[in-house]
């Protein structure tokens, strides 16, 4: 015979199997739920009646086991409630009846009150009040629960609760980047998730305006059709969550990559040539969350005005609009029908009003009821497009215009192929963000760049737009530049045909045009050109001024290149290239002010400015000369004037060091170190000093391979790692003693040390690429490699390259987010013959997918 728990945990599991089994036929998930609830309430109902708990106490559902919902994989939140202090006999029973709560299997969240506590320790914790809110009597003492339903109605504050419960709102949309639109969207707690739909009920609940959506629009609160999309975002969404914990097999409320895939195909959504299961299951949760959310203002503020009722006063703006207590006010209930250009225009005076707070609950719902007004006519409408311009042209308010007009799917119905990108993934591992979140960020950053209050940030970048003519075009490209992100093809192309009928529709001038074109196109191309091509050799850069033609290109390309980068992620943008960016922008902008790119010049330049600077530190005249004549052009070419002058002063009297020299500093970018290393060279010395960094977890961004000719190898590199800005000094001195010691004693290389990939990469794997040809000269090879980030890759390509003797001359380091695209300028007699050749670039494909 099984012991009571064992019996209580068996009935409780075969329960759980019955009801998820039964949802996974029928995949009702209220069904579930409430089934669920059912279940733990007959357990709990039993083990109460077990233990002979005195009749005076009541066993309470509290939480969303208290609403009667219950995930299957949720807390069983439940209040046991005593009518006085527990004798130790009751004491005794309560904690034996606690334990076989834990011991059949459920995730208990207890607490034991009496009715003066629990109002105690509800005047306290919004938390507490909010779970009580929607306490349920499981079993025991009916009279002790209505007496503690009645002692919280009276005293409940909804004012107070509602403002408590806004503030805990905002809070926790700050903590989710206050977007739905997260690649890993919580589906509880994210904006326009569940719990969003339960603030309201909530406030709702507390005022006494209604327990649902229903009643809600009884009351007039919504009306009968946002009820019904209410009721179904919400019924949605609690499907998604029960297959969330089914699939995970414990409580998860993240749509985590690797169960976006499994989540997606139980809905029946199959993966096409264009697009995985997993996107379209996304931009469907997208648009329920933007849904959500949008439904979430006007409720919120139709409570609000219920709870803190004011005198409506209208200050009228125009004939379409008025301003009431600071928020803007449509004139009439019909103004967007009868006048649907108010639909853009309500947009403009807003930029211009910047006192305006917002819209009305009257004029949200409004606006969001007519965007469907916005057809292919009123596209074509002149006024219309010339709205639209001015908002783009306002002097301030365009980034909080455009949001708005997205939130509100006025962007979306004006520009039909934006519509198309909203809520689409890109998982291409560096953008953190959906297409149309990406590009709202890129029109930002842009805006940014006008703002005085901003210009300590990216000063370059303000004091260029301070003196670039009509900035608005920039925002024109910025809003085209992904547009046709998933359509299949080179979306800079597509993006390019939409961008020009944009401004042939809106009767740009031909300057303006050709410049967004332009832009549209080749958004990429200034970042690879920075990041992958020698910005040493002058015909890169007299190649690349000839794309761009004139300053007014360079400088547009340089911006929105600039806010292209900072808008992908956190983790993309860094100092490294915010340099090679702003190198090739000043270079290619002397030679478009006519300077001649030629080796010879930009040789005799750079040594003068080095000899300047160490002339300021004192070095002795002539003391440079036995360095330089051991170094070639292509030293002077590859390094700056200051990393020249900093070298010189460390080695100018140590150039045959018997012990190898190896000197750090602080990073003249802003971050990280840069690193030099002064050794006699040997086969393997990349390697070492890749397997050095790769035991200290420091990223590398750049490397500059350099071989003397005396025999010495002199190597700089750039690495990062997050605790440099903290403990430079101390990590300088440990890397100076550690990595000269281990260049000196020639010790075994370790193997790599391999950390596990990101979710992100392990779900959204890229074949790893090798690309190996001869440059235009035929004198060095051009090794591209693309893959996966990991700890130890560096190392690992590092090693390929000593086992085959292959000379590296340079290397550009580019990692965007979770994804590398390394090039390597290479040279060595393995290259020369094609069977060699191969085996080594299929070694090289060996170790990038380890």
């Known amino acids: 015979m099984l012991s009571p728990a064992l019996a209580f945990k068996e009935e409780i599991k075969s329960a759980q199997a019955s009801a998820v089994q039964a949802f996974n036929d029928n995949h009702k998930a209220e069904q579930l739920l409430k089934g669920l609830c059912r279940s733990v309430d007959h357990v709990l109902e039993k083990i109460w009646k077990h233990f002979d708990i005195p009749k005076e106490c009541s066993l309470v559902a509290v939480g969303g086991y208290g609403r009667g919902e219950l995930f299957p994989y949720s807390d069983v939140d439940v209040l046991i409630l005593l009518d006085k202090a527990p004798t130790a006999d009751t004491q005794s029973k309560l904690e034996c009846l606690v334990q076989l709560f834990w011991d059949i299997g459920l995730d208990i969240g207890h607490s034991i009150r009496t009715v003066e506590e629990c109002l105690e320790e509800s005047a306290a914790d919004i938390t507490v009040q909010t779970s009580l809110l929607?306490?349920?009597?499981?079993?025991?003492?009916?009279?002790?629960?209505?007496?503690?339903?009645?002692?919280?109605?009276?005293?409940?504050?909804?004012?107070?609760?509602?403002?408590?419960?806004?503030?805990?709102?905002?809070?926790?949309?700050?903590?989710?980047?206050?977007?739905?639109?997260?690649?890993?969207?919580?589906?509880?707690?994210?904006?326009?998730?569940?719990?969003?739909?339960?603030?309201?009920?909530?406030?709702?609940?507390?005022?006494?305006?209604?327990?649902?959506?229903?009643?809600?629009?009884?009351?007039?609160?919504?009306?009968?059709?946002?009820?019904?999309?209410?009721?179904?975002?919400?019924?949605?969404?609690?499907?998604?969550?029960?297959?969330?914990?089914?699939?995970?097999?414990?409580?998860?409320?993240?749509?985590?990559?690797?169960?976006?895939?499994?989540?997606?195909?139980?809905?029946g959504f199959k993966t096409t040539e264009s697009r995985r299961a997993s996107e379209y299951l996304m931009q469907r949760y997208y648009w329920a969350a933007k849904a959500v959310t949008q439904l979430n203002l006007i409720l919120l503020q139709n409570i609000e005005a219920v709870l803190f009722p004011q005198p409506s006063v209208p200050r009228p703006i125009n004939e379409r609009f008025n301003e009431v207590n600071g928020f803007i006010d449509i004139a009439s209930d019909d103004t967007f029908q009868s006048n649907p250009s108010a639909l853009l225009e309500i947009f403009l005076v807003m930029a211009?009003?910047?006192?305006?707070?917002?819209?009305?609950?009257?004029?949200?719902?409004?606006?969001?009821?007519?965007?469907?007004?916005?057809?292919?006519?009123?596209?074509?409408?002149?006024?219309?497009?010339?709205?639209?311009?001015?908002?783009?042209?306002?002097?301030?308010?365009?980034?909080?215009?455009?949001?708005?007009?997205?939130?509100?799917?006025?962007?979306?119905?004006?520009?039909?192929?934006?519509?198309?990108?909203?809520?689409?993934?890109?998982?291409?591992?560096?953008?953190?963000?959906?297409?149309?979140?990406?590009?709202?960020?890129?029109?930002?950053?842009?805006?940014?760049?006008?703002?005085?209050?901003?210009?300590?940030?990216?000063?370059?970048?303000?004091?260029?737009?301070?003196?670039?003519?009509?900035?608005?075009?920039?925002?024109?490209?910025?809003?085209?530049?992904?547009?046709a992100k998933g359509r299949g093809g080179d979306h800079s192309v597509l993006g390019m045909a939409d961008a020009k009928k944009f401004c042939y529709d809106h009767g740009l001038n031909r300057a303006n045009t050709e410049l967004v074109i332009f832009l549209v196109q080749n958004h990429l191309t200034m970042s690879q050109v920075a990041q992958k091509q020698d910005l040493s050799d002058p015909d890169v850069v007299l190649n690349f001024a000839k794309l761009v033609k004139d300053e007014r290109h360079l400088t547009a390309l340089y911006l929105l290149t600039v806010s292209d980068i900072r808008g992908t992620s956190p983790k993309v943008w860094n100092g490294w290239k915010a340099k090679l960016l702003e190198d090739l922008y000043r270079m290619t902008l002397r030679v478009l002010g006519g300077e001649a790119p030629s080796k010879d010049s930009v040789l005799k330049n750079r040594q003068n400015e080095a000899l300047k600077a160490l002339r300021l530190v004192g070095i002795p005249p002539d003391a440079h000369e036995k360095l330089w004549q051991q170094l070639d052009v292509g030293y002077f070419l590859r390094h700056d004037a200051s990393d020249i002058a900093w070298q010189t002063r460390v080695l100018y009297d140590r150039i045959d060091s018997s012990t190898p020299v190896v000197k750090c500093r602080l990073s003249t970018i802003g971050e990280g170190l840069q690193i030099t290393v002064y050794v006699k060279d040997q086969p393997d010395l990349f390697a070492r000093i890749c397997n050095y960094f790769d035991s200290k977890n420091f990223d590398i961004l750049d490397a500059k391979i350099h071989t003397c000719k005396n025999g010495y190898a002199l190597d700089t590199f750039m690495v990062s790692e997050p605790s440099f800005a903290h403990q430079y000094r101390d990590i300088i001195n440990l890397i100076e003693h550690e990595l000269s010691e281990s260049l000196a004693q020639q010790t075994p290389l370790s193997p790599p040390n391999r950390g596990r990939l990101s979710r992100m990469s392990r779900n959204f794997p890229i074949v790893p690429t090798v690309d190996l040809r001869p440059d235009e000269k035929g004198q060095y090879y051009l090794l591209s490699i693309s893959a996966n980030d990991k700890n130890g890759l560096l190392y690992s390509i590092a090693e390929v390259l000593t086992k085959y003797k292959i000379n590296l001359h340079t290397a550009k380091i580019m990692t965007l987010g979770e994804r590398v695209e390394d090039v390597f300028i290479v040279d060595g007699a393995a290259l020369q013959g094609a069977r060699t050749q191969i085996q080594f670039e299929t070694d090289l494909l060996d170790a990038l997918r380890v």
């Open 352 to 483: 211009r009003h910047s006192e305006l707070k917002g819209m009305t609950a009257r004029t949200t719902r409004a606006l969001w009821h007519a965007r469907l007004l916005i057809d292919a006519e009123f596209r074509h409408n002149i006024f219309n497009r010339s709205l639209f311009l001015q908002i783009l042209q306002a002097p301030q308010g365009i980034t909080h215009a455009l949001r708005r007009m997205n939130q509100m799917s006025i962007l979306g119905r004006y520009l039909p192929n934006f519509r198309r990108i909203i809520g689409q993934m890109q998982h291409d591992l560096f953008h953190a963000y959906t297409v149309d979140q990406h590009i709202l960020m890129v029109v930002r950053n842009l805006r940014r760049y006008t703002m005085p209050e901003h210009a300590h940030e990216y000063p370059f970048c303000s004091q260029l737009i301070a003196n670039f003519d009509q900035p608005w075009v920039l925002y024109i490209a910025a809003l085209f530049h992904d547009i």
């Open 134 to 267: 929607e306490a349920r009597l499981v079993c025991g003492s009916r009279s002790l629960f209505r007496k503690l339903q009645q002692c919280y109605a009276e005293a409940m504050n909804p004012q107070k609760f509602f403002q408590e419960k806004l503030l805990e709102l905002r809070q926790r949309h700050v903590k989710y980047e206050d977007t739905p639109y997260s690649l890993e969207p919580n589906c509880k707690e994210s904006p326009g998730g569940l719990r969003d739909l339960q603030v309201i009920l909530w406030v709702a609940r507390a005022a006494n305006l209604g327990n649902s959506w229903r009643e809600l629009a009884q009351r007039g609160l919504i009306t009968d059709t946002e009820a019904h999309q209410l009721k179904r975002n919400e019924r949605a969404f609690k499907d998604i969550r029960a297959r969330l914990h089914i699939a995970a097999g414990r409580r998860e409320d993240r749509l985590v990559f690797d169960i976006q895939t499994p989540i997606a195909e139980s809905f």
